[in-house]
Nanobody, 124 residues
Framework: QVQLVESGGGLVQPGGSLALSCSSS????????MGWYRQAPGKQRELVAD???????NYSESVKGRFTVSRDNAKTAIHLQMNSLTPEDTAVYYC??????????????????WGQGTQVTVSS
């Protein structure tokens, strides 16, 4: 089983910044896609941003230009830099990974994994 552990959540004022990290128990070399989802109270879980093996990124329209997703050099974690935060960004943020059964092939069957989530609160 792959374990994903998020860190970096907390309380921040509107207009401020916050950085999240997601550490994987297995090298992210085995992952087809990794990314971040979030769920606000009374709302559906939604994609925030993700990054694939080719370093291509994908962002929700609501965070484009404000958030940046990246992979570390050691291939053990992904990060989410959040800037210009607003109260609408308040949510539990979850790390997501889609693991390849055959990482060397770079394609084929995958298994989904989720972290436990970290709370981000944007408030004065």
């Amino acid at each position: 089983q792959v374990q994903l552990v998020e860190s970096g959540g907390g309380l921040v004022q509107p207009g401020g910044s916050l950085a999240l990290s997601c550490s994987s128990s297995e090298s992210i070399f085995a992952m087809k896609i990794m990314g971040w989802y979030r769920q606000a109270p009374g709302k559906q879980r939604e994609l925030v941003a993700d990054i694939n093996r080719d370093f291509d990124t994908n962002y929700s329209e609501s965070v484009k230009g404000r958030f940046t997703v990246s992979r570390d050099n050691a291939k053990t974690a992904i990060h989410l830099q959040m800037n210009s935060l607003t109260p609408e960004d308040t949510a539990v943020y979850y790390c997501y990974a889609q693991r390849l059964k055959w990482p060397q092939a770079g394609r084929g069957p995958t298994t989904d994994y989720w972290g436990q989530g970290t709370q981000v609160t944007v408030s004065s």
